[in-house]
């Protein structure tokens, strides 16, 4: 690991003025347990750390007046799942974070760190860039090692799959992120954070070097279904082969009107339109279920290696709408 500065604000605008222009300048760290790993991999090399853990205001979750949920940045997995409201009407939220199966990630890993966290591609911490191309510029995915690589929004030049467990369920329920840098505080829905990069120099979410997260704001999950299901090759830590989260507005017995967010099968978290527009007006079965799981993958496409990916994916929708009709029991 190359040498660095460390600064330790207590302010989110003394951490803002902190930052630079590029990641080279700076980087904000939090927990630190992905970022940590890069630099250890020489795959970015800041000047200077920026600690964010004794800015308050990142932190905590709590009810606002309008009844959604504030989560702080800085919140950890742990503290998410301890949580009695987010037990009590996020389902979908509990289930992605019991899937980081490792104490010490849950201890330090935040929910802004999971949200911005870099691609697992191997390609990618091996140092051939986040569109993993050789030295000529020939993009080594398509026909190599594309095991666990995009089967959806794969047609280039970005072929990594978000490695977020916590956004397919955020999107799911609708949630926003707060943005805060030198021009103040900026509101998008989670869904808009995400972007497929087309060339180097672009990143795969939209955070400018000299801005931060400082919350996610959900709405009420109130006469909302939800759940989400991973599929893994291990119940020790690791990333899901594929994974499905779903929020199931109900009018009775019917679902009038549904959101399904595909994990780890996409540059982005994907959300199938094709699943939720058949969903509308039906009552869940699992023929319901298992056809909506195949609409969501319709216009999937394998690489050489990763077809296996597609009947997984399917099958996560399906089970993520069946274990939403059961209440989300874990």
């Known amino acids: 690991m190359r040498g660095f500065e460390y600064a330790s604000p207590t302010t989110k605008e003394q ?72 037990k009590r009407g996020y389902a979908s939220l509990i289930h992605a974070a019991d899937g980081i199966t490792s104490p010490q990630i849950r201890a330090m890993g935040t929910v802004g760190g999971d949200l911005c966290q870099r691609p697992r591609c191997w390609y990618y911490r091996a140092g051939f860039g986040l569109l993993a191309k050789d030295k000529d510029g020939a993009a080594l995915v398509p026909e190599g090692d594309n095991r666990y690589h995009a089967i959806l929004g794969n047609t280039g030049p970005a072929y990594f799959v978000n490695p977020s467990s916590l956004a397919p369920a955020l999107i799911a329920l609708g949630a926003k992120l707060h943005i805060f840098g030198s021009g103040g505080q900026v509101e998008m829905n989670l869904e808009n954070f995400f972007a497929a990069p087309t060339s180097a120099n672009e990143k795969e979410y939209r955070l400018k070097p000299n801005e931060i997260v400082t919350e996610i704001i959900v709405p009420s999950a109130g006469g909302w279904k939800n759940a989400t299901y991973e599929v893994r090759q291990k ?96």
């Open 15 to 86: 951490a803002v003025s902190l930052l630079g222009s590029s990641d080279d300048d700076a980087m904000a760290l939090a927990g630190g347990t992905d970022l940590l790993s890069l630099m250890k991999d020489d795959i970015v090399a800041p000047r200077r750390l920026v600690n964010l853990k004794d800015v308050a205001e990142l932190r905590g979750i709590r009810l606002l007046p309008d009844g959604s949920l504030r989560i702080g940045a800085l919140v950890t997995v742990q503290e998410l799942l301890d949580n009695a409201i987010v």
């Open 235 to 330: 119940e020790s830590l690791d990333w899901p082969l594929a994974a499905a989260s779903v929020a199931l507005k109900m009018s009775g017995k019917t679902i009038e009107s549904a959101r399904v967010v595909l994990g780890h099968v996409a540059p982005v978290p994907w959300r199938s339109g094709e699943a939720q527009a058949y969903l509308a007006g039906k009552t869940i079965s699992e023929q319901v279920a298992e056809t909506a799981g195949t609409l969501a993958v319709a216009r999937a496409s394998a690489m050489s290696h990763n077809g296996y990916k597609i009947q997984l994916a399917r099958v996560a929708v399906k089970r993520a709408i069946m274990k939403a009709a059961q209440g989300g029991q874990r």
